[in-house]
C-alpha cells in the first residue's frame, strides 16, 4: 500500500528565509504526487503535481518540488518566504489510477514570522 | 479546474441527530470522494461516490453512519447519522480530473455538541 511522511508537523522561518518542507512517499509503482495547501479555515487548493514528466515542479506562488526516485521524496521548497505563505501544508500520494482517492500525509505547518 | 460548493459550510448539531452535506460540482465527473479532517489532523477518506453504484467504504466507515447518495454525475451527499461529539470534524468532498489531480470543496465544519 502507498504511503506518505511529511517530516516534521511544525516548520518556523522568517519573512525571506528558505521554506523547505519534507515529504517521503512509499509506493510499488511509479506515484503521482500533490502537495496542497489550505489556508485557515478555508478548502484544500492544489499547490503542484508530479504525474512523470519533469522532475522538477513549479506551481504556484513561486513553490517547487523535486521528485527525487532514488530517495523516495517529493520535498516542497520556495525561496523566499511571505508572510502569506503560513498555513498547512500536505503532501499527498495517487494509488495511480486516474480518479482514485488521494493517501495524505499528516501535515505541516508552516509559521512565518517577520 | 472544477468549482466545487458544500452545504451548508458549518453547523452546529446536538448529540443523536443528522445532518446531510451536499455537494454540487460545477462539471459532469465520474468519481467523487468524501473525506474527514478531523481536528489538527490530516484528511482521511471516508468513501468513494460513483453515479449509479453503492458507496465504496473505507476500513472503519460503515454506510449506516455515513450514508451517501450519488443521483447524477455533478452531486452528492453525505449524511452523519446519529451525531456523537468525535464526529466533529471538517467534512470535505473531492473530485477526480485529469491527470490524476483532485480538486476539494470548501469542506463543511461540523460540531456535535
Known amino acids: 500500500a502507498q504511503s506518505v511522511t511529511q517530516l516534521g508537523s511544525h516548520v518556523s522561518v522568517s519573512e525571506g528565509a528558505l521554506v523547505l518542507l519534507r515529504c517521503n512517499y512509499s509506493?510499488?509503482?511509479?506515484?503521482?504526487l500533490f502537495w496542497y495547501v489550505q489556508y485557515p479555515n478555508q478548502g484544500l487548493q492544489l499547490l503542484l503535481k508530479?504525474?512523470?514528466?519533469?522532475?522538477l515542479v513549479k506551481g504556484i506562488n513561486g513553490f517547487e518540488a523535486e521528485f527525487k526516485k532514488s530517495e523516495t521524496s517529493f520535498h516542497l521548497t520556495k525561496p523566499s518566504a511571505h508572510m502569506s505563505d503560513a498555513a498547512e501544508y500536505f503532501c499527498?500520494?495517487?494509488?495511480?489510477?486516474?480518479?482514485?482517492?488521494?493517501?495524505f500525509g499528516k501535515g505541516t505547518t508552516l509559521s512565518v514570522s517577520s | 479546474s472544477a468549482v466545487i460548493s458544500q452545504k451548508p459550510s458549518r453547523d452546529i448539531c446536538q448529540r443523536g441527530t443528522s445532518l446531510t452535506i451536499q455537494c454540487q460540482v460545477d462539471?459532469?465527473?465520474?468519481?467523487m470522494f468524501w473525506y474527514r479532517q478531523q481536528p489538527g489532523q490530516s484528511l482521511t477518506l471516508i468513501a468513494t461516490?460513483?453515479?449509479?453504484?453503492?458507496?465504496?467504504?473505507e476500513s472503519g466507515f460503515v454506510i449506516d453512519k455515513f450514508p451517501i447518495s450519488r443521483p447524477n454525475l455533478t452531486f452528492s451527499t453525505l449524511t452523519v447519522s446519529n451525531m456523537s461529539p468525535e464526529d466533529s470534524s471538517i467534512y470535505l468532498c473531492?473530485?477526480?480530473?485529469?491527470?490524476?489531480?483532485?480538486?476539494f470543496g470548501p469542506g463543511t465544519r461540523l460540531t456535535v455538541l
Open positions: 461516490a460513483n453515479q449509479g453504484s453503492e458507496a465504496t467504504y
Open positions: 462539471s459532469q465527473v465520474t468519481m
Open positions: 508530479y504525474t512523470s514528466a519533469a522532475t
Open positions: 499527498a500520494v495517487s494509488e495511480g489510477q486516474a480518479g482514485t482517492a488521494l493517501i
Open positions: 473531492s473530485v477526480g480530473k485529469r491527470e490524476y489531480e483532485q480538486f
Open positions: 509506493s510499488s509503482v511509479p506515484p503521482y
